[in-house]
């Protein structure tokens, strides 16, 4: 079985970034440490990638990685 993953958009990196943040801290009930280890939220600005392949399943962007992904062929139905 294939996992999807969740594609959540932000106009800025800032926003992007601090977002993740947020939803990872929350997604792992207030503890920071198992937010981080857990690896299931993460984000995509810029050139700064900070999540994991194989565990990440709520990735937040930029609009503009979003749209370099889709022309760069991309396999957006994951």
């Known amino acids: ?3 999807m993953q969740i594609i959540v958009t932000q ?6 970034q601090e977002l993740a943040g947020r939803v990872a801290f929350e997604y792992a009930a207030g503890n920071q440490h198992h937010a981080k ?7 995509h600005v810029g ?3 900070a999540f994991n392949e194989h565990t990440c399943r709520i990735k937040y962007m930029t609009e503009a990685v979003l749209l370099n992904e889709m022309l760069n ?6």
């Not at 106009?11 to 992007?16: C, L, N, S, V």
């Not at 280890?37 to 984000?43: H, I, K, L, P, Y």
Request: charged share 20%; net charge positive.
């Open 47 to 49: 050139g700064h990638r």
């Open 37 to 43: 280890q857990a690896g299931v939220v993460g984000f």
């Open 1 to 3: 079985m294939f996992a």
């Open 11 to 16: 106009p800025r990196k800032i926003a992007a």
């Open 73 to 78: 062929g991309a396999d957006l139905g994951r």
